[in-house]
């Protein structure tokens, strides 16, 4: 399983990646075969009143053509992880 993470506005952290690797390696017992995750997580702030609001957008791609998608926005990055993971 691959995982391939990019960031918008906002800094990826050792943190960050480790939590995001930890919660979705998970994913390829659902799969058959080596799935390819695409994770994008973003700080969405400009059109806001106040307050941060952090989005996480996952691709999940299988070896037999099926495509999986969710997208998640929050006030805390991680419980956007956790959302799109739920999903």
Known sequence: MSISITAHNTEITIAIRDYIEKRL?????????DPVVT????????????GDIFEAKVHVATP??????????KEDLYEAIDDVRSE
């Open 25 to 33: 390696t998970g994913l390829s017992k659902y799969t058959a075969g």
């Open 39 to 50: 994770v994008e997580i973003a700080k969405t702030t400009n059109h806001h009143r106040q």
């Open 64 to 73: 037999l053509g099926k495509s999986y998608h969710a997208v998640s926005q």
